[in-house]
T-cell receptor, first 115, second 112 residues
Framework: SQKIEQNSEALNIQEGKTATLTCNYTNYSPAYLQWYRQDPGRGPVFLLLIRENEKEKRKERLKVTFDTTLKQSLFHITASQPADSATYLC??????????????FGKGTKLSVKP | NAGVTQTPKFQVLKTGQSMTLQCAQDMNHEYMSWYRQDPGMGLRLIHYSVGAGITDQGEVPNGYNVSRSTTEDFPLRLLSAAPSQTSVYFCASVKAGGWEQYFGPGTRLTVT
């Protein structure tokens, strides 16, 4: 069956450390993978998109990697801050080249950064 | 731009009642979607639309209807509410040629 899994439901780290979140998928061949941030009571907000031919992408303190052989994406937040505390979701389109309106989401990892 | 707006923010229904969740976007986005989010289940796609007049089913479409008569609006109709439809509902849109989904603030629905 097709699955997208985020390995940790929750991750607690100390301020200043690097947070690493994992997203694994099976039986998909996505053209790209996305990461979103969701704060309590709010809708998800887009952070980064990485394409199948990109190994790594960076945006400020965020870094995403994409290994299509391992079927895995890693999401890193360096020099983490308490304001980074949120739930982070990974998402992919189930069909290669499929509709942009059709995404499959992981269940999310709740990150807590302690001062 | 207001972005993606959803009304109402909260709603309580009795089993068997029907209602429509409203979603509108003012960004002229081509694609629109409805998701539900339940604890431990993540976001699941209900229905989506690739343009005015075109809709398709997602992962969990049963009990819901949609239509897309204009680019801006994508209402979600619950035909006969059931307690299993208690959830938080999010509408999202994507511009043509883009991939980033813009989400609305959500509607929290409780069915008793």
């Amino acid at each position: 069956s097709q699955k997208i899994e985020q390995n940790s439901e929750a991750l607690n780290i100390q301020e200043g450390k690097t947070a690493t979140l994992t997203c694994n998928y099976t039986n998909y061949s996505p053209a790209y993978l996305q990461w979103y941030r969701q704060d309590p009571g709010r809708g998800p907000v887009f952070l980064l998109l990485i394409r199948e031919n990109e190994k790594e992408k960076r945006k400020e303190r965020l870094k995403v990697t994409f290994d299509t052989t391992l079927k895995q994406s890693l999401f890193h937040i360096t020099a983490s801050q308490p304001a980074d505390s949120a739930t982070y979701l990974c998402a992919l389109a189930p069909d290669y080249g499929g509709s942009q309106g059709n995404l499959i989401f992981g269940k999310g990892t709740k990150l807590s950064v302690k001062p | 731009n207001a972005g993606v707006t959803q009304t109402p923010k909260f709603q309580v229904l009795k089993t068997g009642q029907s209602m429509t969740l409203q979603c509108a976007q003012d960004m002229n986005h081509e694609y629109m979607s409805w998701y539900r989010q339940d604890p431990g289940m993540g976001l699941r796609l209900i229905h989506y639309s690739v343009g005015a007049g075109i809709t398709d089913q997602g992962e969990v479409p049963n009990g819901y209807n949609v239509s897309r008569s204009t680019t801006e609006d994508f209402p979600l109709r619950l035909l006969s509410a059931a307690p299993s439809q208690t959830s938080v509902y999010f509408c999202a849109s994507v511009k043509a040629g883009g991939w980033e989904q813009y989400f609305g603030p959500g509607t929290r629905l409780t069915v008793t």
